[in-house]
């Protein structure tokens, strides 16, 4: 493949990116007008974020072997069309339970898609050095649409209706299609390893049963029994994954990959950084909307400043990976990302320079980490396994915007509730959210209850500030003790696991 059909390959695939992740950030500033549209409880508002990236993580450990079988290219196309008609569906739905079940179906097509990208990448750059630059493009597309997402939902809710940001889905499929089929290429296939569809249905389950597990256990009232059982079901898909994989000739997922520690590493890494961006932007759209007026559009550029930030590191990193190694980059990353969360959750009740400066440090230190773990992963694991370990990664991605998404949820939830004075001072209606709150302000005038929620909410925020912190540094730690020694120096080409 020439020169410039391998970056045009690249511009294409990373459009197909670009629509992944930019449905996995669009709806934070579009929430609260959608959950008013369609009268959405806080828990369906919760299941129509969470609907995406659950079904996405459960399918990908398939999507990316069965990419290995019948080839990354017709997987990508599959997926671009699946998407696109998931995005009509979800753009026209008239119920909250209409709209979960279309995010589900656009994940299928997202977990089609997202494997087939960087595997495409993968098996078209064969240097090393461009490879890594490539990879860190890569990346880059994925802060891109991160950042993008929460700008575009606001500016789109000023002049339209809330369908239309899955309607922006619909033209780019449109463009990518034609260049996929032009562009990529075939690939080889391995069809003499069967496709185990048993294997992607047990995952799906386990992580579904953990979601809920979790909201269950945090929510306020807590829910024991239902999350004792989700937890059960989880527990037991587990073992029925793990051991299922042990038995198969060609399993789903091989472990001996996450022995090397690279490769386990940069999983980390790629868990850790999408967990602080994820519950950074929803904690931080949410309260600027709420608390301090913000419109969405306002609140989506709030937030896109840690995405924007992270643009320059992620493709420094890439291009001088070869001569500093993974750990700097990496574990330096997530305490430079640590460092800048903290200074949004000391400094945001001080001003807006604060969390803007807070936003562009962990911008900074999450892109570091964000394009070096992708090539840790891709890099560390034989040719045949391309498809696999691009679709680890892509599970650390989602696995870590979900978790996000369902434990600092559902938290803030938990503690705006819990932070509330208990006298019979705040209306019962108020004690459900702090969006609830405001809307019977609305109707029967504000009180001093209104200035107790606002402050409860901000309660709410600092806390889920300081656990993402916590989990930074954590991330930080055990990447600097996996990346000592020669696995903290990048390889050249693909390495065999044994």
């Not at 705040?426 to 302000?441: D, K, Q, S, V, Y």
């Amino acid at each position: 493949m020439s020169k410039t059909r391998r970056w045009l390959l690249l511009l294409t695939v990373a459009g197909g990116l670009l629509l992944v992740t930019l449905d996995n950030s669009v709806l934070y500033t579009a929430l609260p007008t959608l959950t008013e549209a369609l009268g959405a409880s806080p828990s369906q508002s919760l299941w129509i974020i969470n609907a995406y990236p659950l079904v996405m993580a459960g399918l990908l450990l398939g999507a990316g072997t069965l990419g290995d079988r019948i080839g990354h290219r017709r997987m990508f196309l599959i997926g671009q069309v699946l998407f696109g008609v998931a995005s009509l569906a979800a753009a026209f739905s008239s119920t909250p339970e209409q709209l979960i079940a279309a995010r589900a179906f656009l994940a299928v097509g997202a977990a089609a898609m997202m494997p087939a990208t960087l595997a495409l990448n993968g098996l078209s750059f064969h240097d090393p050095r461009e490879r890594n630059f490539a990879i860190a493009i890569w990346g880059s597309v994925a802060l891109i649409g991160a950042a993008l997402g929460p700008i575009i939902g606001g500016l789109l809710l000023q002049h339209f209706w809330w369908g239309a940001v899955f309607l922006i889905n619909v033209p780019v499929v449109l463009l990518t299609l034609p260049a996929t089929l032009w562009l990529a290429p075939l690939g080889q296939r391995d069809t003499t390893r069967p496709w185990d569809l048993i294997s992607s249905l047990l995952a799906l389950v386990t992580l579904s049963g953990l979601v809920l597990a979790i909201k269950s256990l945090i929510a306020t009232p807590a829910s024991l029994a239902t999350g004792g059982v989700a937890f059960a079901v989880a527990a037991l898909g587990a073992w029925a994954f793990v051991r299922r994989q042990r038995q198969l000739p060609y399993p789903l997922l091989d472990f001996a990959i996450f022995r090397n520690p690279a490769f386990m590493a940069g999983t980390l890494s790629a868990i850790v950084t999408l967990f602080a961006l994820a519950g950074l932007q929803l904690l931080t759209t949410q309260r600027f909307q709420l608390v301090a007026g913000f419109t969405p559009l306002n609140a989506g550029l709030l937030v896109s400043v840690a995405a924007l930030g992270a643009l320059p590191s992620a493709l420094l990193g890439g291009g001088f990976l070869h001569r500093v190694g993974y750990r700097p980059l990496i574990s330096g990353g997530l305490a430079c990302a640590a460092a800048g969360v903290a200074l949004v959750a000391v400094g945001f009740q001080h001003g807006l320079p604060w969390v803007i400066a807070g936003m562009a440090l962990t911008g900074v230190g999450t892109g570091a980490a964000i394009s070096v773990a992708s090539t840790a992963i891709i890099s560390n694991v034989p040719p045949h396994r391309v498809g696999m370990a691009s679709s680890v990664e892509e599970v650390a991605y989602e696995f870590g915007g979900l978790f996000a998404v369902a434990v600092l949820g559902s938290l803030s939830a938990a503690l705006y509730s819990l932070s509330l004075p208990v006298d019979g001072s705040i209306p019962a209606t108020a004690r459900e959210g702090l969006g609830a709150a405001l809307h019977l302000a609305q109707s029967v005038g504000e009180g001093a209850w209104l200035d107790a929620a606002r402050s409860a909410y901000d309660t709410s925020y600092t806390w889920g500030l300081w656990v993402i912190v916590a989990v930074l540094a954590m991330g930080a730690v055990l990447t600097t003790r996996l990346l000592r020694g020669p696995a903290g120096r990048p390889v050249v080409g693909a390495n065999p696991v044994h």
